[in-house]
């Protein structure tokens, strides 16, 4: 099948170039972002791929359709980006990569935790700049601390899985209990987590139920002194309410993959450029603030697993058949 690849960057070309030579498929590699006003590239294309900051408004999808397509494989797990509404509407069919590596996010959500609280960060340039100081880089024992997971599904039972074997003491809490989550720690109500918490981690998935979930009143009833990390969705975070937070000390370490407005900023290097977003340059002026560039997917091991399973789902709609992967209009 032929597809119209968005937001194509080499290390996806990489990946995708082989698993389409061997599913039989041919991609056409886009470097904009798909939105509005680049939504007419994918005239004449069955299918469109696309990523997790390409829009699939309303708009978009009825412009896809008037090109002619009919299937959107997305090359991420999150879907709060699409209209799936819309596209039921216009008889397009949309399939994601559910599970693609767990374990990619949940070790560097861990990653960020460590750094934050050991300041690895800093004494990486300290020691290449001949300052072999170690003042101002005091951290704590993730031992014995009380670790907070909020959506317990694939990523956060990885999450909960690796900090239990630190010892912290897990909390957890979903809407939904998973199973295979409970040897790992202690489901209780979300205003416990937040009370207890020394760290508290998301990986809920961004919904109308879960946008700013944590806001204002949420961080009020964390720990003071908490550490709170985002991996998950940037709206699941109020993100003023957070710098409040960071200026009033009540969070002592924020860690974040994801943002809001990452869509205008991640993925691109913008060294040269006036960045305008005053809310995203005050929070990277705090110094117990770490953010990386939506980077936790990005292993080896699931660029290849996103690329076996995009082509995978390619195939089906080529060949009609019923998807496990397949979006719904009901789902999210
Ligand atoms: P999953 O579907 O396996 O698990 C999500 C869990 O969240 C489920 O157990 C669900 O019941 C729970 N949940 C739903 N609504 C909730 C609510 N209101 N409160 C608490 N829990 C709730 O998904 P996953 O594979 O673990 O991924 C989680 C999220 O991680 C994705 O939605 C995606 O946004 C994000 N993600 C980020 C990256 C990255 O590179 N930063 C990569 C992959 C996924």
Redesign the pocket.
């Known amino acids: 099948m032929r597809a119209a690849v968005f937001s194509t960057k080499n290390y996806d070309r990489q990946f995708l170039e082989p698993a389409a030579a061997a599913a039989g498929h041919q991609l056409t590699f886009f470097e904009p972002r798909l939105m509005p006003q680049t939504a007419v590239l994918a005239a004449g294309f069955p299918a469109v791929c696309s990523f997790v900051n390409d829009v699939l408004s309303a708009d978009v999808v009825a412009e896809l359709a008037r090109g002619g397509t009919r299937y959107v494989a997305l090359r991420?797990?999150?879907y709060?980006q699409v209209d799936l509404a819309a596209c039921a509407r216009h008889g397009l069919r949309v399939a994601r990569v559910?599970?693609y590596s767990?374990h990619a996010?949940a070790e560097?959500t861990v990653g960020l935790m460590l750094a934050l609280n050991r300041k690895y960060h800093k004494a990486y340039n300290r020691v290449r700049e001949g300052n072999f100081s170690i003042d101002g880089l005091l951290g704590f024992d993730m031992h014995g601390k009380t670790a907070g997971v909020?959506?317990?599904?694939?990523?956060?039972t990885e999450v909960a899985r690796i900090l239990a074997g630190f010892g912290c003491r897990v909390l957890l809490?979903?809407?939904?209990e998973?199973p295979a989550c409970r040897a790992l720690g202690t489901y209780v109500p979300l205003d416990t987590l937040y009370a207890e918490s020394d760290m508290i981690t998301l990986?809920?998935?961004?919904?109308r139920?879960?946008h700013h979930?944590i806001d204002q009143a949420a961080i009020a009833r964390m720990k003071p002194g908490v550490m709170l990390i985002n991996?998950?969705?940037g709206a699941l975070l109020d993100t003023p309410a957070a710098i409040d937070g960071l200026k009033s000390g009540h969070i002592r370490y924020l860690g974040l993959?994801?943002y809001e407005e990452e869509a205008e900023l991640f993925f691109e290097d913008r060294s040269d450029e006036v960045i305008q977003d005053d809310v995203f340059m005050r929070l990277a002026t705090f110094p117990n603030v770490l953010i990386t560039s939506?980077?936790?997917?990005?292993t080896e091991t699931a660029l290849r697993e996103i690329a076996r399973t995009t082509m995978a789902n390619l195939t089906a709609f080529e060949r009609g058949e019923p998807l496990e992967t397949e979006l719904g209009a009901a789902a999210g």
């Open positions: 991420c797990a999150g709060n559910p599970a767990p996010v560097h909020i959506g317990t599904g694939k990523i956060g809490y979903d809407v939904a998973n990986h809920c998935p961004l919904t139920a879960t979930v991996t998950s969705r993959d994801v939506h980077q936790a997917f990005f």
